[in-house]
């Protein structure tokens, strides 16, 4: 049964500071790992999608990367904001199923 | 371009009354659709998915059932809520045989 797991549940940094978050996952038959982004109260926004042939992806400020062997993936932002601040979850997909990390809850202090 | 909707915003409704939350995909044809939990402090749990109308599957037993009778239209109801019921609902969609999956704005749900 796969397993997602990120790592920390929660950090906070001063502004313009480099970060990575964490997210590890138990079987490496994966289609995909799609890292996403919530605000309080609202939906997930899609940030990167990693097709599993790929090691990584960038977009703006963030660059997702991942390990299908080690069952790993990082999402690292670069030059943190204010506006950064959310919870970022990661998702392993199989067929149809999306598995779900509880998400790292992330601060960015002005 | 693709947009989902999700209907009502919130909702408090007392237990053992029904429930309708109703999810329409536009831009798109023949989606995959699904419903989500998502508890306080916890994370999301996939409760049906769709590939194609009436198609269903459920993921966890419980007192909650979906439907799909529209392409592009996905309905999760219940005959009588309970407490446990409470929580975030989210929609999402993704194209069939691409893996990237857009979320709606949520329901929240509140049982008293």
């Known amino acids: 049964k796969q397993e997602v797991t990120q790592i920390p549940a929660a950090l906070s940094v001063p502004e313009g500071e480099n970060l990575v978050l964490n997210c590890s996952f138990t079987?490496?038959?994966?289609?995909?790992l799609q890292w996403f982004r919530q605000d309080p109260g609202k939906g997930l926004t899609s940030l990167l999608l990693?097709?599993?042939?790929?090691r990584e992806q960038t977009s703006g400020r963030l660059n997702a990367s991942l390990d299908k062997s080690s069952g790993r993936s990082t999402l690292y932002i670069a030059a943190s904001q204010p506006g950064d601040s959310a919870t970022y979850l990661c998702?392993?997909?199989?067929?149809?199923?999306?598995?779900f990390g509880t998400g790292t809850r992330l601060k960015v202090l002005a | 371009s693709q947009t989902i909707h999700q209907w009502p915003a919130t909702l408090v409704q007392p237990v053992g009354s029904p429930l309708s939350l109703e999810c329409t995909v536009e831009?798109?044809?023949?989606?995959?659709l699904y419903w989500y939990r998502q508890a306080a402090g916890r994370g999301l749990q996939l409760l049906f998915y769709?590939?194609?109308?009436?198609?269903i599957s459920s993921e966890v037993p419980q007192n909650l059932s979906a439907s799909r009778p529209q392409d592009r239209q996905f309905i999760l109801s219940s005959k009588k809520l309970l407490l446990s019921d409470s929580g975030f609902y989210l929609c999402a969609w993704n194209r069939q045989g691409v893996n990237e999956q857009f979320f709606g704005p949520g329901t929240r749900l509140t049982v008293l």
């Open positions: 831009g798109t044809s023949n989606p995959n």
């Open positions: 079987d490496s038959a994966i289609y995909n």
């Open positions: 990693i097709q599993s042939s790929q």
């Open positions: 769709s590939v194609g109308i009436g198609q």
């Open positions: 998702a392993v997909t199989g067929t149809y199923k999306y598995i």
